[in-house]
C-alpha cells in the first residue's frame, strides 16, 4: 500500500484528527509494514532507526525473538481467561514481578493499559487513606481516558476533554534548567515544592490522599528532579497523610540504567508504583504494585480493580517473559551504555554548537534541549521540529517533547537493544539535522538514502 493509497483510507474512514494536534497529520507520515529490533520499514520500503521504542513498547526491540516465541507457544494453549479463576500464566506473572519489586512493594494487579493502571492506582490510594485530593506535577502526562488520567496530565492540555476531574491540581515541576521560580537548583532550597504545597493546601478539597509523579517526566521534555527532591516530596506526603504514586511507565523495567526509575534516588520508597509499555513485550499489560499493609487497607474499604482482559494468560505470559528478558539479558546495563555512547557524542557536539542548551536524561530516556543560544535559553521549538522532519527522511524516529507547547526538546528512547552501530547511525542523523537546522557548516546538501525495494 503506498501514501497514496493509505491517505485516502484514512481521509474516507479514520476518526479525523485536528491538523496539528498530536494526532494529526498522520496520513502524511511513513506507514508502518514491519519491524524487528531497532528497526521499522514502512509500506514503501524504507527503514527507520526507531528512537522511540514505538508507543514505547518496544523498548525490549520489536519482535524480540523469546516474546515471539512465548507468546507464540501461549497462543496454543490459552488466549483468553475469565478473571475470576485464576490461571497458571497469571499466577507465575504475580511471583515473578513480586520477586523483582524492590521490598516492601510485594503486590501487584494487572489491566491493560497504562492509563488503567494509573486510574486503579489513584482509587487506591483514595480507598486506602480514605482521603479523596490528589496531586500531580504541571509537567507530568499519566495517561489518555478522559476524565481522570487526563485531568491529572497537566501537561497535555486538559482543557481538550469534556471535562476535568474533581479534586486534582498542578504543583509545579522541578524543571531546574528553566525553573519556574526563576531560581538556581543549588541554592534554590526547592522552594518550587514549599510553594506548591502552599497553595495545594489552600486548595484541597476534601482529605488529600496522593500524589503522582513520573521518575523522569518524560512527556514534558525528560525533565529529571533533582537530586532528593522525590525523598522531600515523601516527607511532605507523609505529614499530610497522603501516599506516593510514582508512575514508572516509562521509567521501570530496566529503561534508566536502574530496575526502577525511582531506585535512583537512594532509600526512596514508593507506597505504589505502576507499570506499562514495555512490560508486555509489546503486547499491552499493565501493573499497579503495592505494599501489603496499603493493599489491605483499601481492600478492607472495597478496593478492587480490574478488567475484561486484565487475566488474560497471553497477556500475562507476555509479562512474564519481558520480566524474564529484563533480568536474563541485563537490560539496564545495555541501557546504561546507550546512555553513555549518546551523552558522549552530544557532549562532544555541545562544544561546537551553541543551540545545545540541556543533555539530560537517564539510560534510554534521553532529552536533548535546544536554544536559540545558552544566554537567552530562548526555546529552539521551530528547529527542533525541522531537525525531527529531517532526521524522519533520513531514516531516524524520534519525537519531540517540552512542558506545555514547547517542542524544544528531542526526546530519544531507543531500544535497550539497540547495538553501537545503531547509535552511531542516527548519531549521524542527528548531527546534520542539528547543523542543518541552524544553518551550520557541516551540514549535508541533499539528504539522501537507500531505500529498499518494498
Ligand atoms: C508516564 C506515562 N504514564 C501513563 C501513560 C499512559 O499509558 P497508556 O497510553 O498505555 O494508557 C503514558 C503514555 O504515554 C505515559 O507516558
Redesign the pocket.
Known amino acids: 500500500m503506498n501514501r497514496k493509497q493509505a491517505a485516502a483510507i484514512a481521509d474516507r474512514w479514520m476518526f479525523p484528527a485536528e491538523g496539528k494536534s498530536y494526532m494529526g497529520g498522520l496520513a502524511d507520515r511513513p506507514v508502518l509494514a514491519g519491524s524487528k529490533g531497532a528497526t521499522v520499514t514502512d509500506t514503501e520500503g524504507r527503514e527507520y532507526l526507531d528512537f522511540q521504542s514505538g508507543?514505547?513498547g518496544a523498548a525490549l526491540g520489536h519482535q524480540h525473538p523469546r516474546m515471539v516465541k512465548a507468546i507464540t507457544d501461549c497462543m496454543k494453549s490459552m488466549l483468553h481467561a475469565t478473571n475470576v479463576m485464576l490461571n497458571v500464566p497469571r499466577l507465575r506473572l504475580h511471583e515473578r514481578l513480586g520477586g523483582m519489586l524492590p521490598k516492601p512493594l510485594t503486590r501487584s494487579l494487572f489491566l491493560v493499559?497504562?492509563?488503567?493502571?494509573?486510574e486503579a492506582a489513584v482509587d487506591l490510594a483514595r480507598k486506602a487513606t480514605g482521603g479523596t485530593d490528589v496531586v500531580g506535577l504541571h509537567a507530568?502526562?499519566?495517561?489518555?481516558?478522559s476524565y481522570l488520567?487526563r485531568s491529572l496530565s497537566f501537561n497535555w492540555q486538559r482543557r481538550k476533554h469534556a471535562l476535568v476531574a474533581p479534586a486534582t491540581q498542578a504543583l509545579l515541576a522541578p524543571y531546574c534548567y528553566r525553573c519556574p521560580l526563576g531560581l538556581e537548583p543549588r541554592t534554590c532550597g526547592t522552594q518550587c515544592l514549599d510553594v506548591s504545597l502552599e497553595l495545594a493546601d489552600a486548595n484541597f478539597q476534601g482529605r488529600p490522599a496522593a500524589f503522582i509523579g513520573?521518575p523522569i517526566l518524560?512527556?514534558g521534555g525528560v525533565i529529571v528532579p533533582p537530586e532528593g527532591y522525590y525523598q522531600r516530596v515523601k516527607g511532605e506526603l507523609e505529614k499530610r497523610g497522603m501516599l506516593m504514586i510514582l508512575?514508572e511507565?516509562?521509567t521501570g523495567l530496566g529503561k534508566t540504567g536502574r530496575m526502577f526509575g525511582f531506585q535512583h534516588d537512594k532509600g526512596l520508597k514508593p507506597d505504589i508504583i505502576?507499570i506499562?509499555?514495555h512490560f508486555g513485550g509489546g503486547l499491552?499489560i499493565?501493573a499497579v504494585c503495592t505494599t501489603d499493609a496499603i493493599a489491605a487497607k483499601a481492600v478492607a474499604n472495597g478496593y478492587f480493580a480490574t478488567r475484561s482482559h486484565a487475566a488474560d494468560p497471553l497477556l500475562c505470559a507476555a509479562g512474564e517473559e519481558s520480566l524474564k528478558i529484563v533480568a536474563e539479558e541485563d537490560m539496564a546495563g545495555r541501557a546504561a551504555r546507550i546512555e553513555a555512547r549518546i551523552k558522549t557524542g552530544f557532549r562532544a557536539l555541545a562544544q561546537e554548537i551553541e543551540q545545545i542548551g540541556d543533555i539530560r536524561g537517564r539510560g534510554v530516556l534521553l532529552g536533548i534541549e535546544l536554544v536559540k543560544d545558552r544566554t537567552s535559553k530562548e526555546p529552539a521549538n521551530a528547529e527542533t521540529r525541522t531537525i525531527e522532519a529531517r532526521c524522519l527522511e533520513k531514516g531516524l524516529i524520534f519525537q519531540t517533547r517540552g512542558v506545555g507547547s514547547l517542542t524544544n526538546v528531542i526526546r530519544l528512547v531507543p531500544p535497550m537493544t539497540t547495538t553501537d552501530a545503531e547509535v552511531d547511525r542516527a548519531m549521524d542523523i542527528l548531527k546534520d539535522a542539528i547543523r542543518h537546522a541552524f544553518k551550520l557548516a557541516g551540514a549535508r546538501k541533499k539528504p539522501k538514502r537507500k531505500v529498499k525495494a518494498a
Open positions: 508507543q514505547m493499559s497504562g492509563s488503567d493502571s494509573i507530568g502526562l499519566h495517561g489518555s481516558t488520567t513520573e518524560s512527556a508512575d511507565s516509562q505502576t506499562s509499555k499491552p499493565s
